[in-house]
Nanobody, 120 residues
Framework: QVQLVESGGGLVQAGGSLRLSCVAS????????MGWYRQAPGKQRDLVAG???????NYAASVKGRFTISRDNAKNTVYLRKNSLRPEDTAVYSC??????????????WGQGTQVTVSS
């Protein structure tokens, strides 16, 4: 079992910045890739950014160049630095970790989410 706890959300003006953090605890030795998803009201949950265990990253087109994902494996933490925020970035941001437990395929674990609201 892995527990993920996000922090760093809040209210920010358009053009501002925020940094989200997600700390993993429990059986962290099996953590492989990690990432961030977001879900705006009335919309589906979409991938924002992902990072592999070796540091390879991928981003949604809408955030590329504005958001940066990073991780500190020693601290079992993944970060999402968000610059040049826009009102359309308003959403609940959730952390996800793919964890190899006892099987050949990873299991996805989710955090509870943190609200980010960008005012215009």
């Amino acid at each position: 079992q892995v527990q993920l706890v996000e922090s760093g959300g809040g209210l920010v003006q358009a053009g501002g910045s925020l940094r989200l953090s997600c700390v993993a605890s429990g059986s962290t030795a099996g953590i492989d890739s990690m990432g961030w998803y977001r879900q705006a009201p009335g919309k589906q949950r979409d991938l924002v950014a992902g990072i592999s265990s070796t540091g390879m990253t991928n981003y949604a087109a809408s955030v590329k160049g504005r958001f940066t994902i990073s991780r500190d494996n020693a601290k079992n933490t993944v970060y999402l630095r968000k610059n040049s925020l826009r009102p359309e970035d308003t959403a609940v941001y959730s952390c996800v970790a793919d964890v190899y437990c006892s099987g050949a395929y990873p299991v996805g674990y989710w955090g509870q989410g943190t609200q980010v609201t960008v005012s215009s």
